[in-house]
């Protein structure tokens, strides 16, 4: 079965720096997607970035991108010039190419974010 | 409508009541996902819906849980005599097809007495 973990329950940012998070995955699968979401305290999961495994380049969406290390299992999130609406719960997510479509979530890393 | 909705937002109810929670996906979207999120914890995948049928049915805890999908839209997910450990976010989303990025609700809060 396919696990996600992320080791970092919470992380703390300075407005305008640069911030990482973590997120490693076990699976025996070679075709997989990987996403990073967010949760504002509306509860509301918002899809941030997504990475098909693929794909050798890292995904890049504005002031967020990856480093996808497959063969380390592998995923962190790099939020840069990090702003005060960046604050929340980021979830990272795995799913299959294969026949199931459901998602597979770390625990979240809850990020601040200081003026 | 613009975006996945849930109802009730809040739900309390006494321990040992039958709850029915509702989703409506985003107009047009054939696949939706039930998910839960125990306080402090990712969420847990529940069932998935093609249009009517469920063909993964696999994360729905105890027979105390049963969901339907009518005219490949609304989704309602029944818990019957709930306990306790039910207290959670109950998480929809849904998806144009199977495979695109699934767009969740705000989710319903159901604590248990």
């Known amino acids: 079965a396919q696990t996600v973990t992320q080791s970092q329950p919470e992380m703390s940012v300075q407005e305008a720096e640069t911030v990482t998070l973590s997120c490693t995955y076990d699976?025996?699968?070679?075709?997989?997607?990987l996403f990073w979401y967010k949760q504002p305290p509306s509860r509301q999961m918002i899809l941030v970035i997504r990475q098909e495994a693929y794909k050798q380049q890292n995904a890049t969406e504005n002031r967020f991108s990856v480093n996808f290390q497959k063969a380390a299992k592998s995923f962190s999130l790099k939020i840069s010039d990090s702003q005060l609406g960046d604050a929340a719960m980021y979830f990272c997510a795995y799913r299959s190419a294969g026949d199931t479509d459901k998602l597979i979530f770390g625990t979240g890393t809850r990020l601040q974010v200081f003026p | 409508g613009a975006g996945v909705s849930q109802s009730p937002s809040n739900k309390v109810t006494e321990k040992g009541k039958d709850v029915e929670l509702r989703c409506d996906p985003i107009?047009?979207?054939?696949?939706l996902y039930w998910y839960r999120q125990s306080l402090g914890q990712g969420l847990e995948f529940l069932i998935y819906f093609q249009g009517n049928s469920a063909p993964d049915k696999s994360g729905l805890p105890s027979d105390r849980f049963s969901a339907e999908r009518t005219g490949g839209s609304v989704s309602t997910l029944t818990i019957q005599r709930t306990q306790q450990e039910d207290s959670a976010v109950y998480l929809c989303?849904?998806?144009?097809?199977?495979?695109?990025?699934?767009?969740f609700g705000d989710g319903t809060r159901l604590s248990i007495l």
């Open positions: 699976t025996s699968e070679s075709d997989y997607y």
């Open positions: 989303a849904s998806s144009l097809v199977r495979g695109q990025p699934q767009h």
């Open positions: 107009s047009g979207h054939t696949a």
